[in-house]
């Protein structure tokens, strides 16, 4: 069974910084490509980030700059490295894959105080 958990969430002060951490298992996850959404409240998921399996990146425009995505394969775990957070970031943050059928963890909560 292929499980996605995020952890790395919590409360952070603007302007400081978070690691978000995504661990996979069931599946190989060198061959998959690995996105990160966030959810506000009242608002539709968007898509945060992503990196395939070459390790090519793509980013909101929002967060362009501020976050990075990284890998580890030996890990089966994805990051999102936040910095510079700011109130707007506040989010629940998911990371998502496919594996058949699209793959969604369970969520992590970031919440950025002014």
């Known amino acids: 069974q292929v499980q996605l958990v995020e952890s790395g969430g919590g409360l952070v002060q603007a302007g400081g910084s978070l690691r978000l951490s995504c661990a996979a298992s069931g599946m190989i996850f060198s061959i998959n490509t690995m996105t990160w959404y966030r959810q506000a409240p009242g608002k539709q998921r968007e898509l945060v980030a992503t ?3 070459a390790g090519s990146t793509i980013y909101a425009d929002s967060v362009e700059g ?7 394969n030996a890990k089966n775990t994805v990051y999102l490295q936040m ?3 700011k109130p707007e970031d506040t989010a629940v ?3 998502r894959t496919n594996w058949g059928s ?3 963890g369970q969520g992590t909560q970031v919440t950025v105080s002014s």
């Open 51 to 53: 990196i395939t399996p």
């Open 66 to 72: 501020r976050f990075t995505v990284s890998r580890d």
């Open 83 to 85: 910095r510079s957070l």
């Open 93 to 95: 943050y998911y990371c």
């Open 102 to 104: 699209p793959i969604w």
